[in-house]
C-alpha cells in the first residue's frame, strides 16, 4: 500500500509562513500514524511528540496518533494532509504553544482540585477542535465546560459557583459549536455535557422555540416531499451544494438522481449552533457565512437545505451574511421540497414558493 502525504511544515525560528512537504510512502511495518511520523521522521526532522496520544488533525479532522493506517485508509483515503491541531499556534511542525488551552483552567481555578486540573489537562483536544476558535480565538473553550459538568457531577454543592463562573465570560457558552463531526470516533456524550451546561446557563432552546426571522410574519410552507416521484429536469451543468440535516435521506437520493455536480466542500459539515440562536445569533451568522461563501466561490448555482430552519438562516438572515463577509453573495438557497418538485417538473406548485425568497433562483 502507498501513501501520499502532505505534511505540515514550520519553524517560528526560520520559517516566515508554513508550507507543506509532499511525501510517497510504501508502507512496510507501519501500523499507525505514528509509526508513519516516525518513519518520515529518520529522513527529515520532524517535530511531534512520539507517544499514541499525540493529536493532530488528519484531512481536517481531529484524530490521535494512535489511529491505525487501516482505519485512516478507510476513512480518508490514501491522499492525505497531516497539520497540528493549531495552525495558528503551530512553533515546531505538529507542536503547538498549548498556554491559550492551559490558561482557561483559571476560569475555575478556585473550584477544582489538583485532580481536576490534571483531568482538564487530558481535554485538550476538545479545545482545539472548536470551530468556535475560527471566529473567536477568546472563547472560553469546550474543555472548561466539559470540566465544568464535571465538577458539577461530582460536588452539586458548588454547581452554582461554577456556573456563575461561567456566566461572567463573555464569549462563552453560548458560543459553542457541535464537535461531533469535528473529531474522529466522537463521543457524543460530550456534546451532551455541553449541551447541560448551557441548559444550565439558560442559553440552549429547542428549535421550536428559535426564530431564525428577522421578519416574523415571513413564513413559508414549503409543503410536503413528495415520496414516488419521476425526475423530469435532471439539472445537468448545474453546481449544487448541499447543506444536510440529520435527516438527509430523501434529499441524498434525490440528488443521486440528478446529473448535476454535488459539490463536496467540507463547511458543509459545520454546526450552525441553532440551538443558541435567541441568545448569541452572532455564531451562527459566522458559520453560515463561511458556508454561504464557500458555495458561492466554489461556483454552486444554488445551495439545498433539509429544513425551514436552515432555509431562514441562510436566506432571511442574508444581509447580515453578506456584512460578515464583506461581499454581496447573490447564491439562491432551495429547500429539498423545491428541489424535488423542480426535478419533478411540478415547477407550478415550486414557483409558489420561490417568489418568496429573498432570491428567487430563477431557474423554472
Known amino acids: 500500500m502507498k501513501l501520499e502525504i502532505s505534511l505540515f511544515k514550520f519553524d517560528k525560528n526560520s520559517?516566515?509562513?508554513?508550507?507543506?512537504?509532499?511525501?510517497?510512502?510504501?508502507?512496510?511495518?507501519?501500523?499507525?500514524?505514528?509509526?508513519?511520523?516516525?518513519?518520515?521522521?529518520?529522513?527529515?526532522?520532524?517535530?511531534?511528540?512520539?507517544c499514541p496520544d499525540f493529536d493532530l488533525v488528519i484531512n481536517g479532522i481531529f484524530v490521535k496518533a494512535s489511529i491505525t493506517l487501516e482505519e485512516v485508509v478507510k476513512n480518508f483515503g490514501k491522499e492525505l494532509t497531516i497539520e497540528p491541531i493549531s495552525i495558528r499556534r503551530a512553533y515546531d511542525d505538529l507542536l503547538i504553544d498549548e498556554n491559550d488551552f492551559k490558561e482557561k483552567i483559571k476560569i475555575l481555578k478556585d473550584l477544582a482540585q489538583e485532580e481536576d486540573k490534571l483531568e482538564y489537562l487530558k481535554l485538550k483536544q476538545y479545545f482545539y477542535a472548536s470551530n468556535t476558535l475560527n471566529y473567536k480565538s477568546d472563547y472560553i473553550g469546550d474543555a472548561i465546560l466539559i470540566l465544568a459538568y464535571d465538577l458539577i457531577k461530582k460536588n452539586p454543592s458548588i454547581g452554582n459557583f461554577?456556573?456563575?463562573a461561567l456566566d461572567n465570560i463573555e464569549i462563552g457558552a453560548q458560543y459553542h459549536t457541535s464537535l461531533e463531526k469535528r473529531i474522529y470516533n466522537f463521543d457524543m456524550t460530550i456534546e451532551e455535557k455541553i449541551q447541560k451546561i448551557q441548559d444550565n446557563l439558560n442559553f440552549f432552546e429547542p428549535l421550536e422555540k428559535q426564530n431564525f426571522r428577522l421578519n416574523k410574519t415571513l413564513i413559508i410552507d414549503f409543503?410536503?416531499?413528495?415520496?414516488?416521484?419521476?425526475?423530469?429536469?435532471?439539472?445537468?451543468?448545474?453546481?449544487?451544494?448541499?447543506?444536510?440535516?440529520?435527516?438527509?435521506?430523501?434529499?441524498?437520493?434525490?440528488?443521486?438522481?440528478?446529473?448535476?455536480?454535488?459539490?463536496?466542500?467540507?463547511?458543509?459539515?459545520?454546526?450552525?449552533?441553532?440551538?443558541?440562536?435567541?441568545?448569541?445569533?452572532?455564531?451562527?451568522?459566522?458559520?453560515?457565512?463561511?458556508?454561504?461563501?464557500?458555495?458561492?466561490?466554489?461556483?454552486?448555482?444554488?445551495?439545498?437545505?433539509?429544513?425551514?430552519?436552515?432555509?431562514?438562516?441562510?436566506?432571511?438572515?442574508?444581509k447580515q451574511l453578506e456584512k460578515i463577509c464583506g461581499r454581496e453573495v447573490l447564491?439562491?438557497?432551495?429547500?429539498?421540497?423545491?428541489?424535488?418538485?423542480?426535478?419533478?417538473?411540478?415547477?407550478?406548485?415550486?414557483?409558489?414558493?420561490?417568489?418568496?425568497?429573498?432570491?428567487?433562483?430563477?431557474?423554472?
Open 162 to 164: 461554577v456556573l456563575l
Open 223 to 318: 409543503g410536503t416531499f413528495e415520496e414516488n416521484y419521476e425526475i423530469k429536469h435532471d439539472f445537468k451543468d448545474f453546481n449544487i451544494a448541499y447543506y444536510p440535516s440529520k435527516n438527509s435521506t430523501q434529499t441524498v437520493e434525490l440528488l443521486n438522481k440528478l446529473d448535476a455536480k454535488i459539490l463536496n466542500l467540507d463547511s458543509m459539515k459545520l454546526d450552525l449552533a441553532k440551538n443558541t440562536f435567541n441568545k448569541n445569533p452572532m455564531i451562527t451568522y459566522h458559520v453560515a457565512a463561511t458556508i454561504l461563501l464557500d458555495a458561492f466561490d466554489n461556483n454552486a448555482d444554488f445551495l439545498v437545505v433539509d429544513t425551514n430552519e436552515d432555509f431562514y438562516i441562510f436566506d432571511y438572515n442574508r
Open 15 to 50: 520559517d516566515y509562513l508554513p508550507y507543506y512537504t509532499k511525501h510517497f510512502l510504501k508502507i512496510e511495518y507501519e501500523k499507525n500514524i505514528l509509526d508513519i511520523l516516525n518513519t518520515i521522521n529518520k529522513s527529515a526532522k520532524l517535530g511531534f511528540t512520539n
Open 331 to 364: 447564491l439562491p438557497i432551495i429547500h429539498k421540497n423545491e428541489l424535488q418538485k423542480l426535478a419533478s417538473g411540478n415547477h407550478k406548485e415550486a414557483s409558489k414558493t420561490l417568489v418568496k425568497h429573498q432570491i428567487n433562483p430563477e431557474i423554472i
